[in-house]
């Protein structure tokens, strides 16, 4: 299988990591404006596929009925770092629907946002579920299943009405039959699916520019995704988090996605340099989410003019620096 | 530049990640017992030259006259957890020279101990530079310099007495000249060396097996460095670790010693095997330490017939678990 060489890890003048991957961007023409490595090879869409997860929590009616808000729903939409905000909008998300953190199914790990974590650790505070960085999702899944009468303790499950809503959701986004699309667990316990990164860059596309052809309850869900998420960039990620620092410096033009495993994917609204918006979907071959992912989506979103020159200087390059603090090298995209 | 495909990342039944790298190894006779990818291709040793960074330690007579024991010379060659043994190690090291703590210059960071550097956290402990893994490495090295007199608060600089001493020893394992050696700064502040894995491999063939034509110290060095090694595995690293692991399952026929960014030495030491011994050079192009490096090492051992095909199941394959401890995927050797 081809493979682009997408970073290298640089140290003094010597190249001593690459990290490789594939890449496509498309915009609403169905113009490959971009594409390095094998766009069409399969992964797992991880929590890029998020957004996604939450069009039928809308669609349903649970969104409304219960009255969540767009932080609300941004959340739903979010790999969250478990900071203080965080808990509290997930903990709010599970009480308009009546439940609690004991429903959730996603499990318990330290918060993402270092500080954070470090801080829980020092006061002797153990996390729980709704720290989990999906815990938003799963508390939109809940919301869901309550609506519609469906199973709870079951919510995560494949056969549930839920997660057949949400399959057929990512085919309907991705424009593919549901028997092309493999499933497995996610690292939060829902099912998560795999498909061709062209697919999921489709998939961006019909989100942001959703086609005349969906039913209108499904465009107007894809509209209160793409506001919530460029209006609470920083409950997607968090401080420091990739998702959240792109579209602060992007400032409402995209919405950013990461996925575990070195998945990302990047909605650049349709404006004045994309009429029709643009689609890029990013996998590091190796699932590399802290190095080569980084620096570029930032050098990508440079390159199409969606960031200018000097934005977001600390990841171009990265730097990388001994247990001292000294400059030793950097991490460099090549795209 | 020519790479092999090394480990999958493999979830419910779909490739979702890959890692690459190149990979050499030769016998004492000469022969390429295996080569994948590119064995020849650049890149940094890291700490998997550590036994020869120990080197001029013993050859200088610093280790002998300052009286070090074999635990010491150990853990000179380690990566240690900073589990409580390592940190008490690696003060004794220091107060036989009569130095400290702020002597050395290679920076602070928890353990890599997991549960140590949660009990630290929890008890309100930092973390001080004999914690960090290089620590014993270090702790030789100004050993080293003040018995020679060299300059202390400078040990670490390469124009040092001290690093050019070990710039030699790896200029006559590699047998390479110096001018074909790069060099760059390790995260632990020392100077470190880029030269081709099979540099790297028959460098470790020169440790297990020296040659005649080495000078009687440093073939003496060699021995006691590869008796240390074998001794303390459980120094090298530390619980959980992969040299340890690897080490205490070889039960005394191999050194294994790891270095950042995805490398791994072995030396397996001459026996009913490889009469005159073999080495085994890995380089994880990516940099992963954490995924393909432990299988595709474990993978390697058996294949050599050096671990039994029931040794260390838990790395072969290693289990992917969800955040509820669900078995969702594993991580594969392909060699």
């Known amino acids: 299988m081809k493979t682009a060489i997408l970073a290298n890890v640089i140290r003094g003048e010597t190249i001593e990591s690459i990290h490789r991957g594939h890449l496509i961007a498309i915009d609403g023409d169905g113009k490959h404006v971009l594409t390095l490595g094998s766009p069409d090879s399969v992964t797992f869409f991880r929590s890029a596929c998020?957004?996604?997860?939450?069009?039928?929590?809308?669609?349903?009616?649970?969104?409304?009925?219960?009255?969540?808000?767009?932080?609300?729903?941004?959340?739903?939409?979010?790999?969250?770092?478990?900071?203080p905000r965080h808990v509290r909008i997930a903990q709010l998300m599970l009480e308009r629907a009546g439940l609690n953190?004991?429903?959730?199914?996603?499990?318990?790990?330290?918060?993402?946002?270092?500080?954070?974590?470090?801080?829980?650790?020092?006061?002797?505070?153990?996390?729980?579920?709704?720290?989990?960085?999906?815990?938003?999702?799963?508390?939109?899944?809940?919301?869901?299943?309550?609506?519609?009468?469906?199973?709870?303790?079951?919510?995560?499950?494949?056969?549930?009405?839920?997660?057949?809503?949400?399959l057929e959701t990512i085919t309907l986004f991705s424009e593919l039959p549901a028997d092309q699309i493999k499933t497995g667990?996610?690292?939060?316990?829902?099912?998560?699916?795999?498909?061709?990164?062209?697919?999921?860059?489709?998939?961006?596309?019909?989100?942001?520019?959703?086609?005349?052809?969906?039913?209108?309850?499904?465009?107007?869900?894809?509209?209160?995704?793409?506001?919530?998420?460029?209006?609470?960039?920083?409950?997607?990620?968090?401080?420091?988090?990739?998702d959240t620092m792109l579209m602060q410096a992007a400032d409402g033009k995209i919405i950013s996605k990461v996925g575990a495993d070195g998945v990302w994917l990047c909605g650049v609204l349709p404006g004045e340099k994309f009429p029709t918006g643009l689609a890029i979907a990013l996998k590091i071959e190796d699932g590399d989410d802290r190095r080569a992912r980084p620096v570029v989506a930032v050098e990508l979103l440079k390159r199409f003019g969606v960031l200018s020159s000097d934005d977001l200087p600390e990841l171009s390059p990265m730097a990388i620096k001994n247990r001292r603090g000294d400059l030793v090298g950097t991490i460099e995209a090549t795209v």
């Open 50 to 83: 998020k957004p996604f997860q939450a069009i039928p929590f809308i669609t349903s009616g649970a969104c409304e009925a219960l009255g969540y808000s767009d932080e609300e729903v941004a959340l739903a939409c979010a790999s969250h770092s478990g900071e």
């Open 185 to 242: 667990v996610d690292g939060c316990a829902a099912p998560n699916f795999a498909l061709p990164l062209s697919a999921m860059a489709k998939s961006f596309l019909n989100l942001i520019a959703p086609p005349d052809g969906f039913p209108a309850d499904v465009r107007n869900a894809c509209a209160r995704i793409v506001s919530a998420m460029t209006s609470f960039p920083e409950l997607i990620g968090g401080v420091e988090r990739l």
């Open 101 to 166: 953190e004991a429903h959730l199914r996603c499990g318990a790990h330290l918060p993402f946002n270092e500080k954070e974590a470090e801080r829980m650790q020092r006061a002797g505070e153990h996390p729980n579920q709704l720290h989990n960085n999906c815990s938003g999702k799963h508390a939109a899944m809940l919301a869901f299943a309550k609506h519609i009468d469906a199973d709870l303790p079951t919510y995560e499950a494949g056969e549930n009405p839920v997660q057949q809503a949400i």
